[in-house]
């Protein structure tokens, strides 16, 4: 099951991807991480996708990544009178904690938090950012708005506050349980919505325990602000650009898309970009020019991976919308311009022998035509640095730890296989050589690159590096 393409898809499971028979071809498409989306579904849904998962890694032999997504806070208005009203430009429109249902001149908000970060002249956004309120007046359990966008507002409508770091935290009760089961089930990412500050990713990574990697959604300005502290804490991060548009300006998504992705690669942590990148596919059976520009896009800024949402979850065409985004990579990743825009961020080694071989292995496979990179790992960090350097030579990654090939299926030209460890140096060269064989990155007569740690199973260690020959 080797792909051909270095970035990674994550597809994410719903009503159109339960059946097991589907999961199979989801897969064989090319999804190599799967999404389950803790806002939908039961747990007793998800138990029955992550087996059906499980029993698909040990018949293919191969790692498969499951990422369980936590909802977050939900903020919305409460009821309307008749189900609706209509805000009109212009208007005085307010919002406050009395549960009665709202009408044309104000409506329920029941989140006092909202109140307690709420300034005068702070905006507030409806429905996606369909709708837009100025505040002219803030109180501790009410607010006085202007609309300065109007339209019919709909009872239980998502509410966004774009400029104001809210007094909330991103886990709820749901989360906590749901995080509790889905540890229980054993996932392999977690992903964190409604990040807005570093000490959202410390609560929860407390929590996990080492349990699982952690995933920090990026769909917030206020997480933007603090992003190079978010890349520090978190695994690996996501470019969720659902809220990231309703709340940033439409214009400055694409840039901050690529300053996320940067800092992700110089720090050599995975990066994701999700969000309607096939959007069209949830009902047609090919994308718009516009969609495959987008995921080529992602691609040529060296993201990790990119992710299907609804497509997959939803969509009409689950299987082709894998299928597209896996010829969409492969096309992107064979243009002559890729390697170029690829090499231009060169990410600086650390002053240290792991990074220094990292660095070393990129050119020597390079220099000598290697078939592959294989980098022995136990924590994965040796991985992470060979990917950090993005090289020519595909990265085989072998280690006795399965919870480790299963979290670095997710790496940029990391295909993971998970093998008992070695005892000695001419045993690791005999076990890289048949194995890059095996999964057919080699054939007798390939030089391979080989990086370990010496001694073997010291985490972060890599000191060695040899060219080796395929017998």
């Known amino acids: 099951m080797r792909r051909a393409r270095n970035a990674k898809i994550v597809a994410t499971l719903g009503p159109a991807s339960s059946d097991p028979a589907v999961i199979r071809r989801l897969f064989e498409a090319g999804a190599d991480v799967f999404r389950m989306n803790f806002s ?26 499951v990422m369980q997504d936590l909802q977050g806070p939900k903020l919305r208005v409460g009821r309307f009178e008749g189900g609706s009203t209509l805000l009109e430009r212009g208007r005085s429109f307010r919002l406050d904690l009395d549960p009665a249902a709202g009408d044309g001149e104000r409506a329920p908000l029941p989140h006092p938090e909202i109140f307690a ?51 909330i935290s991103p886990l709820t009760e749901k989360d906590r349980t749901d995080l509790a089961f889905g540890l229980e089930l054993g996932v392999d990412w977690v992903a964190q919505s409604f990040v807005q500050r570093p ?15 952690i995933m920090v959604k990026v769909e917030k300005p206020a997480a933007v602000a603090c992003l190079d502290q978010l890349v520090e804490l978190a695994d690996g991060i996501m470019v969720a650009r659902g ?26 942590k995975p990066v994701v970009v999700a969000t309607q990148m096939l959007d069209s596919m949830v009902h047609a059976p090919a994308p718009t020019r516009a969609e495959a520009s987008d995921v080529a896009t992602a691609i040529y800024d060296g993201a990790d991976a990119v992710m299907l949402s609804a497509e997959s979850a939803a969509g009409e065409y689950p299987v082709e919308a894998v299928e597209m985004m896996s010829r969409i990579i492969q096309r ?9 825009i690829i090499e231009a961020l060169h990410p600086e080694p650390e002053p ?61 030209g990391a295909h993971a296989v998970h093998t008992a460890d070695v005892s000695s140096f001419p045993e690791m060269v005999e076990k ?13 007569g390939s030089k391979l690159v080989v990086t370990a740690g010496v001694p073997f199973g010291t985490p972060g260690a890599t000191n060695v590096l040899r060219i080796a020959w395929v017998e």
């Open 40 to 65: 939908h579904g039961s747990h007793q849904d998800h138990r029955r996708n992550l087996d059906i998962l499980r029993g698909l890694e040990r018949e293919s032999g191969r790692p498969v990544a």
């Open 117 to 167: 970060g709420l300034r005068e002249g702070a905006l507030i956004l409806l429905d996606d950012g369909k709708l837009r309120l100025e505040v002219t007046e803030a109180a501790a359990d009410y607010a006085v708005t202007r609309v300065v966008i109007g339209g019919r507002l709909g009872e239980r409508k998502g509410v966004n506050v774009p400029s104001v770091v809210l007094p």
């Open 199 to 213: 000490e959202d990713v410390a609560e929860l990574r407390k929590l996990v325990g080492g349990r699982a990697a």
């Open 243 to 268: 809220d990231l548009g309703v709340e940033l300006p439409p214009e400055d998504v694409p840039g901050t898309q690529k300053e996320i992705i940067r800092a992700c690669r110089l720090a050599g």
């Open 332 to 340: 992107t990743e064979r243009d002559r311009s890729y390697r170029a």
């Open 352 to 412: 240290n022998a792991a990074d220094a071989i990292s660095e070393a292995a990129a050119q020597v496979a390079l220099t000598v035509s290697a078939a592959a990179i294989v980098t022995y790992t136990t924590s994965g960090s040796t991985a992470l640095r060979a990917a950090r350097r993005r090289p020519i030579a595909p990265i085989l990654l072998l280690t006795s730890d399965r919870a480790t090939a299963r979290r670095l299926v997710m790496l940029w």
């Open 432 to 444: 890289a050589a048949a194995i890059a064989k095996r999964e057919g990155f080699a054939e007798p």
